[in-house]
Nanobody
Framework: QVQLVESGGGLVQPGGSLRLSCAAS????????MGWFRQAPGKEREFVATINWSGSGRYYADSGQGRFTISRDNAKNMVYLQMNSLKPEDTAVYYC?????????????????WGQGTQVTVSS
C-alpha cells in the first residue's frame, strides 16, 4: 500500500509561483516513476509532468514547458512541482501520482497510486 499526500496549493496572482509537494508513505520501495496531473472543473484530467526514479528523465506537457519543473528527493520520499509564471489557465486541482513501472509516462492509466489533490487557483 502506498499513500500520496499533496500540499502547497493555494491562491496566487497571475505571474506568481507555487511549489507543490507530494509526500509518499507506505510501501515506497514499490514506487518508480512519478507524475503530476491536474483537473479543472468540467474538464478531463490532464498530464502535467513526469519523472523517472533517478530524476534523469523528465517530460512535460506543452502547457507547462519553460514554466514548470518536476523534481524528486528519494531519500525523503518526496516529489515536487515548481510552478513559475502562473496563468489563470493553470487553475485546477493538482494530483500527484506514482507507478510501479520503470518508464515515466504521460498516461494516467499507467499510474498505480494517486494523492487526494491540492487546489491551485491563479486569479487577480
Amino acid at each position: 500500500q502506498v499513500q500520496l499526500v499533496e500540499s502547497g496549493g493555494g491562491l496566487v496572482q497571475p505571474g506568481g509561483s507555487l511549489r507543490l509537494s507530494c509526500a509518499a508513505s507506505g510501501r515506497t520501495f514499490s514506487i518508480n516513476a512519478m507524475g503530476w496531473f491536474r483537473q479543472a472543473p468540467g474538464k478531463e484530467r490532464e498530464f502535467v509532468a513526469t519523472i523517472n526514479w533517478s530524476g534523469s528523465g523528465r517530460y512535460y506537457a506543452d502547457s507547462g514547458q519553460g514554466r514548470f519543473t518536476i523534481s524528486r528527493d528519494n531519500a525523503k520520499n518526496m516529489v515536487y512541482l515548481q510552478m513559475n509564471s502562473l496563468k489563470p489557465e493553470d487553475t485546477a486541482v493538482y494530483y500527484c501520482a506514482a507507478r510501479r513501472g520503470r518508464d515515466y509516462s504521460e498516461y494516467a492509466s499507467l499510474y498505480d497510486y494517486w494523492g487526494q489533490g491540492t487546489q491551485v487557483t491563479v486569479s487577480s
